[in-house]
Nanobody, 121 residues
Framework: QVQLVESGGGLVQVGGSLRLSCAASGRTFSRYAVGWFRQAPGKEREFVSVIDRSASRTDYADSVKGRCTISRDKAKNTVYLQMNSLKPEETAVYYC??????????????WGQGTQVTVSS
């Protein structure tokens, strides 16, 4: 069992930056791949980024490549998503998720409650 708690969301202006955190409980967190997804009102949940359990592989949606960096701190049981040059269309609730398999689809076993990111113009 893994419990995930996101933080770091908030209101930011166009072009600004935020660092989202996904803190996990449980000693087995290092065995899981962790993904970030986002969901805007009226839209489907979409993939943003993922990191495998050893942090040797990362992947990004084309829309965020070059502007976002995912990383994990095993000692802190935390995965981070650094987002730069934010755009208004990236306003959404951001979720982290964990699974034993690395996936790009929102079919992960464990999910956090989400953190709101609002990009104002």
């Amino acid at each position: 069992q893994v419990q995930l708690v996101e933080s770091g969301g908030g209101l930011v202006q166009v072009g600004g930056s935020l660092r989202l955190s996904c803190a996990a409980s449980g000693r087995t967190f290092s065995r899981y791949a962790v993904g970030w997804f986002r969901q805007a009102p009226g839209k489907e949940r979409e993939f943003v980024s993922v990191i495998d359990r050893s942090a040797s592989r990362t992947d990004y949606a084309d829309s965020v490549k070059g502007r976002c960096t995912i990383s994990r701190d095993k000692a802190k049981n935390t995965v981070y998503l650094q987002m730069n040059s934010l755009k208004p269309e990236e306003t959404a609730v951001y979720y982290c998720a964990a699974d034993s398999l690395l996936r790009l689809s929102p079919t992960y076993e464990y999910w956090g409650q989400g953190t709101q990111v609002t990009v104002s113009s």
